[in-house]
């Protein structure tokens, strides 16, 4: 069974600082996805990656395919970068599998 | 590329109402389709999946029911919504084979 693991849950940050957050998971994959959830707001896909790294103004994704492991990260992050950031691995012997999410504040 | 129809995109239901959400997707065929749940404060939950036209499997027991009359169709629907039905739902898709998932917008459902 493929498990995803996001760290932190949590993460509370002041505005301008660079923002990192992990996402794990243990079963082979064809790709990742990057998701964004405002408060009260739907889903918005930011990224899907299968190798590398992808780049979206001040929005960076790698993910390293052979250790299973993703990471988003925010450059000058600002208040209107709150929201929850959610994982979900494509492709391996579950399908479609989300991450449980980490729920980003950013401090003015 | 494929696109997702998910609506309506907030609804206020009374409990013990009915509820029928629709999912449709468009530029595919014989997508993989998942319902997922997210109550208040916690992750997205597998409802229910498919693989093919009347093929459901249901991950959790519930107070739901899930339908897929077309291929490109997939209905989420209760007879009588209960309290604890209220979250954020969301329809996405799969192509087996393909490296890419998509989502839709999401459902904010609110049982009052």
């Known amino acids: 069974k493929n498990e995803v693991e996001q760290s932190p849950q949590n993460l509370t940050a002041q505005e301008g600082e660079f923002i990192t957050i992990n996402c794990s998971y243990s079963?082979?994959?064809?790709?990742l996805h990057w998701l964004q959830q405002h408060p009260g707001g739907g889903i918005v896909s930011l990224f899907m990656?299968?190798?590398g790294k992808k780049k979206h103004g001040r929005l960076i994704a790698t993910i390293n395919i052979q250790e299973k492991h993703s990471s988003l990260h925010i450059t000058a992050s600002h208040p209107r970068d709150s929201a929850v950031y959610i994982c979900?691995?494509?492709?391996?012997?579950?399908?479609?599998?989300f991450g449980k999410g980490t729920h980003l504040i950013i401090q003015p | 590329s494929q696109t997702i129809h998910q609506w309506p995109a907030t609804l206020v239901q009374p409990v013990g109402s009915p509820l029928s959400l629709e999912c449709t997707v468009e530029?595919?065929?014989?997508?993989?389709l998942y319902w997922y749940r997210q109550a208040a404060g916690r992750g997205l939950q597998l409802l229910f999946y498919?693989?093919?036209?009347?093929?459901i499997s249901s991950e959790v027991p519930q107070n739901l029911s899930a339908s897929r009359p077309q291929d490109r169709q997939f209905i989420l629907s209760s007879k009588k919504l209960l309290l604890s039905d209220s979250g954020f739902y969301l329809c996405?898709?799969?192509?087996?084979?393909?490296?890419?998932?998509?989502f839709g917008q999401g459902t904010r459902l609110t049982v009052v």
């Open positions: 979900a691995s494509v492709g391996g012997a579950d399908g479609l599998t």
């Open positions: 079963v082979g994959i064809s790709a």
């Open positions: 990656l299968s190798s």
């Open positions: 530029g595919t065929s014989n997508p993989n």
């Open positions: 498919s693989v093919g036209i009347g093929q």
């Open positions: 996405a898709s799969e192509q087996l084979g393909n490296t890419e998932a998509f």
